[in-house]
């Protein structure tokens, strides 16, 4: 028997960060199947971090599951839009403009391959 995590389970010991940058990392690797677990996993932990939402759209889409991944997206992109409510007049509110674009983008293509 074996005490070892589950591939989808993201160990608590840990940073947040760490979790998502070893994510990306994935993802950048065209490690999608891999990728996937780990930002399921950090959604269900934290279900309102953007980053791990995008970065779990991302996959979806790269894995072909499109439906999925404009779930994700457009929940993304209110998550999104909240924060930039939230900070208007904040240094990051750029940041998350783009991101809104990226998003739209996304679901652009996503709408016109289904």
């Not at 993802?27 to 996937?36: F, G, I, S, T, V």
């Not at 791990?52 to 999104?80: D, I, S």
């Amino acid at each position: 028997m074996s005490d070892s995590p589950k591939a989808t389970t993201v160990p608590n010991t840990i940073s947040l960060d760490a979790q998502i940058g070893q994510a990306w990392d994935y993802h950048y690797k065209r490690q999608n199947e891999q990728a996937l677990p780990l930002f399921q996993a950090l959604v269900e932990q934290n279900p309102s971090h953007i980053d791990a939402n995008y970065g779990l759209a991302l996959v979806l889409a790269t894995l072909h599951q499109n439906a999925r991944a404009m779930e994700v997206f457009k929940y993304t992109a209110e998550l999104v839009q909240t924060r930039m409510t939230q900070q208007a007049a904040d240094d990051e509110d750029s940041r998350y403009r783009m991101l809104a674009r990226m998003i739209d983008q996304q679901l652009e293509v996503l709408t016109r391959g289904t």
